[in-house]
């Protein structure tokens, strides 16, 4: 079974950027499409972008223009570059296919925009 690592996230000041990192315990990003999660505290995990076996990318309404969404199929990592980070973008983030059947969940990476 596959198993994917968050890993990048932490505090960051109101403006900042982050680096998100997604690594996959074997080669799946070439041929899954594959998305970007977040949880905020007490609420369903929302689908903020998303990248094709293709390679297209799409992004929620909510971090579009902000967010880039980016893998290295060579390395089995997908990235998620944050900019102008907002406080509402503070939430836990998760990597997984856009839709089921999903791979097991990894724990996650925080990420929190506060000053």
């Known amino acids: 079974q596959v198993q994917l690592v968050e890993s990048g996230g932490g505090l960051v000041q109101p403006g900042g950027s982050l680096r998100l990192s997604c690594a996959a315990s074997r080669s799946i990003f070439s041929i899954n499409n594959m998305g970007w999660y977040r949880q905020h505290p007490g609420k369903q995990r929302e689908l903020v972008a998303t990248?094709?076996?293709?390679?297209?990318?799409d992004y929620a309404d909510s971090v579009k223009g902000r967010f880039t969404i980016s893998r290295d199929n060579a390395k089995n990592t997908m990235y998620l570059q944050m900019n102008s980070l907002k406080s509402e973008d503070t939430a836990v983030y998760y990597c997984?296919?856009?839709?089921?059947?999903?791979?097991?969940w990894g724990q996650g990476t925080q990420v929190t925009v506060s000053s």
């Open positions: 990248i094709t076996a293709g390679g297209s990318t």
């Open positions: 997984n296919r856009p839709v089921p059947p999903y791979f097991f």
